[in-house]
């Protein structure tokens, strides 16, 4: 059985990495400087004493600091209503597998042991934005599809 552990700041690097290969960047290129931004939230957010960030993350066997899988969260604490009276609320992000090490079960390590910690954080809901090829995943955890359209306004930089 895989498990996963809980990510810490020496994980930042590789987290950043896993993040090129979620979005099909498979060198280190940082043209816009994304990569170099995510690390200053990881290693700022994951060190917080009392942190609202959370990452699991499955090593890979016999590759020191190298990682097969991630998963990361952030607690929010929004509004609470009728259907998440405490309006405690987890968002999954950054949800990736290394591609040498897909199929096995890391995915679903890290994302259940991130729900778990949501649960632990007293969240009523965790939200998540899919893809294709994760809908299994997610729907084997119980996530179904919501009725609200997703929106975005992208801003312009100040």
Known sequence: MISARRATVDDAD??????????????DSDEQGWRDTARRILLRRLAEPEPSMAGFVVDQPGADGRLAACAVGILEERLGGPRNPRGRVGYMFNVATDPGHRRRGCARACT???????????????????????????????????????????????
């Open 112 to 158: 259940s042991a991130l729900i778990e910690w949501f649960r632990n954080q007293g969240a009523g809901l965790v939200d998540l934005r899919a893809s294709e090829d994760g809908l299994p995943l997610y729907t084997s955890q119980g996530f179904v599809r919501t009725a609200d359209p997703a929106m975005r306004l992208t801003l312009p930089r100040a």
């Open 14 to 27: 590789e987290l950043v990495r896993l993040r090129g290969v979620l979005f099909g960047i498979d060198d």
